[in-house]
């Protein structure tokens, strides 16, 4: 994915710091962002992690992710078909 950038504030330093990814898609994105997360002192402090779903008609506040859900973000699949695949991979 050319121009893939994680962009995030670093509270010690004051400041905003952006790093580029070569990442060749979503998964290796994703597999990036979580490797960085896990190496910062602070990721012991994270209970949850969000992620919003561009389309989930009828599911429109927070979830917990389950097979049920997963399956009817499959099952919805058509109506988006831009967003939700990478959405649910």
């Known amino acids: 994915m050319s121009g893939t950038n ?4 670093d509270p010690t330093k004051k400041q905003q710091e952006s790093r580029k990814l070569a990442a060749a898609d979503h998964k290796s994105a994703a597999n990036f962002l979580i490797d960085w997360l896990e190496e910062q002192k602070s ?5 949850a992690v969000g992620h919003r779903v561009v389309h989930g008609m009828k599911h429109t ?7 049920e859900l997963l399956d009817e ?3 919805i699949r058509p109506y988006d078909p831009d967003h939700l695949p ?3 991979e």
């Open 86 to 88: 990478r959405e649910i």
């Open 6 to 9: 994680l962009t995030f504030n």
């Open 73 to 75: 973000l499959h099952r």
């Open 61 to 67: 506040a927070p979830e917990l992710v389950t097979q």
């Open 43 to 47: 990721f012991d402090s994270v209970r």
